[in-house]
């Protein structure tokens, strides 16, 4: 079959210049660290969601890295209709054939053969011991292999953003001219900066848009330096129409560029990006929900997007701004990401008026000289025990009711 008939469902969706790719790679590096391994039932739970969510591409594991992990892949990828399938392979046969029996289950449209090899010089003296031209001809053979299987072959170049551009631009010309369809530049370590992502994105379209109009740039983004998800828009402006990630961020070391991040700011800053996404944002907290279950972990209280302050209010400025006009301190509305609303806490930050409506709506209407006396009561036991709920309300008014009211309840 000749390259222009492959009907895959990545050709399909790039068919549109400005859609960008959402690739999630929970299940694959973000399994792969420390602390986030999951069960084949926790991968199948959490692919439904990923599905739920929209990703485009769900990478499912990397088949040769054991027996268990193909199975998962071919289970993964038989019970879920949808996204493309990904499973990721070394650069060679062994492990490209691994690749193509554990994404049996999926249709042929939506099977994704990810093949790597690092290009950069540490990675090629250190572990690799190739020269630039085994690295060449190790490309060549094992995408032209994988394409020979495939109608969607991803080729990444492994530790890329310490790789010669010159180089890198050779190497990703070679996996192009052997058929790979995307073009992953990875930064491997997180070490780019967003400026030099955006260029080395545009430097690398340059040069190999005019032998290959169709070809997909994907940006696949670490975050050593806490810079992933901006690493990840700067790609996009340099051209870049795939971002991989992973739910809440997870992957080796520091993770890779979390996804509930990327998919809002595209979605919020659209006007900026200027790119369309096929994601339902309302499924990202159920995604980072479940994520956190399957693997029993946490994430931080003011973790963007997902954490539990990220749509919270202590602050009486903030509280009475957002009763006002919920703009003013939000930026996204927490139903788009799958919160119910806004959370008003109440603390020794919050303003009189915040204590007041939280009164009213349990029962009790305060006004002047009362509500001054529960509000001073709401401030000692806030410096005292922090957040203040529901419980610890009623009782500072019931504490702090005058003495006949006390009398007349005793006597009624
Ligand atoms: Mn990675």
């Known amino acids: 079959m000749s390259r222009v008939d492959r009907v895959s469902r990545t050709a399909e969706i790039a068919?549109?210049?400005?859609?960008?790719?959402?690739?999630?790679?929970?299940?694959?590096?973000?399994?792969?660290?420390?602390g986030f391994s999951m069960s084949a039932e926790a991968k199948l739970?959490?692919?439904?969601?990923?599905?739920?969510?929209?990703?485009?591409?769900i990478e499912a594991g990397f088949a040769a890295a054991s027996p268990g992990d193909e199975e998962c892949i071919r289970r993964v990828c038989?019970?879920?209709e949808g996204p493309v399938f990904a499973s990721l392979s070394r650069a060679n046969e062994k492990d490209i054939d691994a690749s193509f029996r554990a994404l049996a289950p999926a249709p042929k449209s939506h099977r994704r053969c990810h093949v790597f090899l690092a290009t950069s010089p540490?990675?090629?003296?250190?572990?690799?011991?190739?020269?630039?031209?085994?690295?060449?001809?190790?490309?060549?053979?094992?995408?032209?292999y994988a394409a020979s299987l495939f109608d969607d072959v991803e080729f990444s170049a492994e530790d890329a953003f310490r790789t010669e551009p010159e180089f890198l631009a050779?190497?990703?010309?070679?996996a192009a001219d052997a058929g790979a369809q995307t073009l992953n530049v990875p930064d491997t370590v997180g070490y780019a900066t967003p400026e030099e992502s955006r260029q080395r994105f545009a430097y690398l379209d340059g040069i190999i848009r005019p032998r290959h109009a169709d070809i997909i740039f994907s940006s696949h983004a670490h975050n050593d330096l806490g810079l992933a998800v901006a690493n990840s828009l700067a790609a996009v402006e340099g051209g870049a129409r795939q971002i991989?990630?992973?739910?809440?961020?997870?992957?080796?070391?520091a993770g890779n560029a979390s996804v509930e991040e990327v998919i809002m700011a595209l979605r919020t800053r659209a006007d900026r990006y200027g790119v369309t996404i096929g994601s339902e944002s309302r499924h990202l907290v159920r995604a980072s929900e479940t994520?956190?279950?399957?693997?029993?972990?946490?994430i931080a209280r003011n973790k963007a997007i997902v954490g539990l302050n990220a749509f919270a209010h202590e602050a009486g400025i903030h509280q009475h701004g957002m009763m006002a006009d919920s703009r003013t301190y939000e930026i996204m509305r927490p139903e788009d990401v799958g919160f119910e609303g806004s959370y008003f806490v109440l603390g020794k930050h919050s303003g009189r008026h915040a204590v007041g409506k939280r009164a009213e709506a349990l029962g009790h209407a305060l006004e002047g000289q009362r509500l001054a006396e529960v509000f001073?009561?709401?401030?000692?036991r806030a410096d005292e025990i922090g957040e203040i709920n529901d419980a610890e309300l009623t009782a500072i008014i019931a504490a702090t009711a005058p003495q006949q009211d006390k009398t007349y309840a005793a006597a009624g």
């Open 170 to 174: 050779e190497a990703l010309m070679a």
């Open 45 to 57: 739970k959490m692919a439904h969601v990923l599905r739920d969510l929209g990703v485009d591409v």
């Open 78 to 80: 038989g019970e879920i």
């Open 291 to 298: 994520l956190r279950e399957v693997t029993e972990t946490v």
């Open 122 to 144: 540490i990675h090629r003296s250190a572990k690799l011991r190739m020269s630039t031209n085994e690295v060449l001809a190790t490309i060549s053979r094992t995408v032209e």
């Open 244 to 253: 991989e990630g992973a739910i809440n961020g997870i992957g080796e070391r």
């Open 376 to 380: 001073a009561g709401f401030k000692r």
């Open 15 to 34: 068919a549109d210049p400005n859609r960008v790719i959402i690739f999630d790679t929970t299940l694959r590096d973000g399994e792969q660290a420390p």
